[in-house]
């Protein structure tokens, strides 16, 4: 078990719906996951009375981040001996600071899109603080907080930001393996963001944290039918699928195997699907 240590908040229950897009960065060797765009027709409740949202943000990133890191990259160095580990950052797009370091870690300038309330780029070869390794830079609009609220009405168990996390870092993952194992891909935005959704699912689940699926199951039900990230049903028998193979097997005991096992089981989920 490998997930850390959650504060459990509560915020006023709203229906709320979310697009989420997936971008390809005309950069070469950059990968970038653009998420989570809230509709701007959003009302939000009730604020927190003390940090501002995007503090909370930045503070869950401490929280959370650093447990995952440490399993996915303790495995990786059995599975890849030798092989630097994941460097996952995240950052506020909207702070000057944080931009120029991504130019000079990487030498891309971060272009402001739209969509860019959250998203993932995948670096695979990044210098930062004089360590090179893979680099995933989960960034945030922090001129977007009124997203971040949105959230909070749509994740009445408290975990949005886990949820946001654990998303962005499954397609870093998903970008990372893919990477060393030297396996193609091509990049197919409804299969990619079922994939980071069930990987968040599948870890909610292995940590016995329903509300938080039940969250995301919402959040799902009330994106618009014609929105290509939709599907209610995909992610269902997911979650069927993966609490029948948690109650006949161990649990997965770090954040590689809970990526490979969630790919495993969704994988049947599509054949089934397909056939
Ligand atoms: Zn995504």
Redesign the pocket.
């Known amino acids: 078990m490998f997930h850390t240590n959650l504060n459990r908040r509560r915020f006023p229950i709203c229906s709320a719906a979310a697009a ?3 971008l390809l960065m005309p950069f070469q060797e950059v990968i970038a ?1 653009a ?2 765009k809230p509709p701007r027709t959003i009302q939000t409740t009730t604020k927190q009375a003390n940090a501002p949202r995007v503090d909370i943000f930045s503070q869950h990133a401490v929280d959370y981040i650093p447990a995952i890191a440490t399993s996915y990259n303790k495995a990786v160095s059995l599975r890849w001996p030798g092989e630097p580990g994941l460097n996952i950052q995240v950052f506020n797009t909207a702070s000057p600071i944080w931009r120029e370091i991504l130019r000079s870690t990487t030498g891309r300038t971060y272009e402001t899109q739209d969509h860019d309330f959250v998203m ?1 780029q995948y670096y695979p070869s990044a210098s930062l603080n004089g360590i090179t390794s893979p680099l995933c830079f989960i960034g945030f609009n922090g001129d977007r907080a009124a997203d971040l609220d949105a959230y909070d009405t749509m994740y009445p168990s408290g975990y949005a930001d886990l949820f946001l996390y654990l ?2 870092i499954s ?1 870093c993952i998903f970008f990372d393996i893919s990477r060393r194992e030297k396996t193609a891909w091509k990049l197919n935005p409804q299969k ?2 079922l994939l ?1 959704d069930a990987f968040a699912i599948a870890y909610f689940l292995q940590a016995k944290m329903p509300a938080a699926v039940e969250d995301i199951m919402r959040q799902q039900g009330g994106l618009p039918d014609a929105d290509p990230h939709k599907d209610v049903a995909s992610r269902e028998k997911f979650i069927a699928k993966w609490s029948a193979y948690l109650s006949r097997s161990a649990a997965p005991s770090n954040a590689l195997e809970l990526f490979q096992k969630t790919r495993t089981v969704l994988s049947d989920v599509e054949l089934e699907s397909t056939q």
Do not use: S, V
Request: aromatic share 8%; charged share 30%; proline share 0%.
């Open positions: 989420i897009f997936l996951a998420d989570q993932a998303h962005e397609h990619d963001e980071a």
